[in-house]
C-alpha cells in the first residue's frame, strides 16, 4: 500500500516552526548578534544597519561607507593589502614546511632535503614560502614609500607610521630569523656574521651575542632559539601590530586623501 504524501502546506509550516525554535534559541543568538539578517523579526531599519556594522569584525576592517578616492586602487596601489596577503601566504606555506622540519644540527639540513626531493610539492611550497619572503620585504618597503609620498604619516596618523616602522622591522626579523633554518653553508655563516655584528652593541654587546646563539658559538641551540622566534615568538608579535595597524587605519578616518 502507497504511503499518503503528507499535504504540502503542512511540511511548510513544521518547517517555519522548526525555524523559529532554532531562531529563538541562545546557541543561535549568540552567533548571529543583533542587526543580523539571520535573526527573527529582522528589518532593514538605519538601527538594523548600524547594528551590523558594529557587530561584526569584517565592517570594522572594511567600513560599509568609504570616501571615493579611498577605493581607487591607483592611490594605494593595494600596496599594504599586498604586504598582509603575503604575510598569510607565508603563514599557510610555513606551516606546511613545519611538518616536515625538524630544527636540530643533525636534522635539519637532510630534511630541508628530503623536503624537496621526496615531498609532493615540497619543492613548490618552499619556493613560494622564499619568494614570499622576498615579496614581502619588497612590498612593506613600497607600501611605506608610497605612505610618505602621499604625506599619510602627518596628523592624525603619525601614530600608524610609528607601529608602521615596528612591522618593518618585525618583517626584516622574520626574513632574518627564517635564514638560518635551512642549516646549509650560506645560513650558517650569513648567521655567524649577523651575530658578531650585533655582538658589537654598545656596553652589552657580548651578552645579546650569547642570547642570539644560545651559546658561545653557532650551533644546535642556535637552531632552536631561531626557530622558535621565526615560527612563533616574531609572527605573534608581528599579528598583534597588525591588527592595532588595521584598527588605526580605521579609527584615523581611514585612508588618507588629498586635502
Ligand atoms: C607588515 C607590514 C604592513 C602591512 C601588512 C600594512 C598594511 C596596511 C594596509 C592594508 C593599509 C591600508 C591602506 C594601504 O593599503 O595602503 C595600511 C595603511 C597605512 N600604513 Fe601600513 N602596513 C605595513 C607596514 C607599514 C609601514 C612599514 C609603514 C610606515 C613606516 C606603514 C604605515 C601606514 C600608514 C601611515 C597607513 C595609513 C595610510 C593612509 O591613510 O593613506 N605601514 N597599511
Redesign the pocket.
Known sequence: MAKTMEPKSSIGQKMSELTEKVQASQAWNSIFRPGSVFRKGYTDSPRNRSYVVMNSVLYHLHPVKVKRHAVKVS??????????FL?ILLTVTGIFLMFFYRPTAAQAWDDMYALQASVTFGLLVRNMHRWAAHL?VLA??L??A???Y?G??KPP?EF??????I??T??LLLSFTGYLLPWDQLALWAVTVGTNMMGFTPVFGDQVRFVLLGGQEIGTDTLLRWYVLHVLFVPFV?VIF?AI??W??RK?G????PL
Open positions: 592611490y594605494t596601489l593595494c600596496l599594504g593589502g599586498l604586504s598582509f604575510f614581502m612593506v618597503f607600501h611605506m608610497r605612505v610618505f602621499h599619510a604619516y596618523r600608524n607610521w610609528v607601529i608602521g616602522v612591522l618593518l618585525l618583517t608581528t597588525l595597524h588595521f588605526r587605519v584615523d581611514g585612508i588618507s586623501g
